[in-house]
């Protein structure tokens, strides 16, 4: 409304109309939103967050909504995001696949220490060595 030249004071009144017949609900938008983008897109914790704070979501809001993503389910959700693009790597060299796989949940948000953890594992589970992933990454 701003953008539209719409004056402060008639801004407020709308905007807490609104909110008083429930129309502006910023906690059921984050939390439709994370089940939304985390279902669909597979979007992890961490960029849930950074989607939720451009839209302007209050960091409380945002850091609730966030949090009813179950760490096991984002964990779930990362092997199957790794599943998913795993044979279309098959062709690669071992330090390229795991250069795609853990490229691909660093882009949806996966902390680095998780993504090298499962891309190991779904390498391994193919008989792939693994010795040129490190082990020191901590789970962020």
């Given at each position: 409304m701003a953008r539209k030249g719409v004056?402060?004071?008639v801004?407020?009144?709308?905007?807490?109309r609104f909110a008083d017949v429930g129309l502006v609900d910023d906690a059921?938008?984050?939390q439709a939103?994370?089940?939304s983008r985390h279902t669909g897109r597979g979007l992890a914790r961490r960029a849930l967050g950074?989607?939720?704070r451009t839209r302007?979501?209050?960091a409380d809001v945002v850091a609730e909504a966030v949090e009813a993503v179950d760490p096991e389910q984002e964990e779930r959700t990362a092997r199957e995001l790794v599943a998913q693009r795993l044979p279309g790597t098959r062709r690669l060299d071992p330090t390229a696949r795991t250069r795609r796989l853990t490229g691909v949940l660093?882009?949806?948000?996966?902390?680095?220490?998780l993504a090298f953890r499962v891309v190991r594992e779904a390498l391994e589970a193919e008989g792939v060595q693994t010795a040129h992933l490190p082990d020191d990454i901590p789970y962020d």
């Open positions: 004056p402060e004071d801004r407020e009144e709308v905007l807490g059921a938008f984050a939103w994370v089940e950074h989607e939720l302007g979501v209050d660093a882009r949806k948000g996966y902390p680095a220490g």
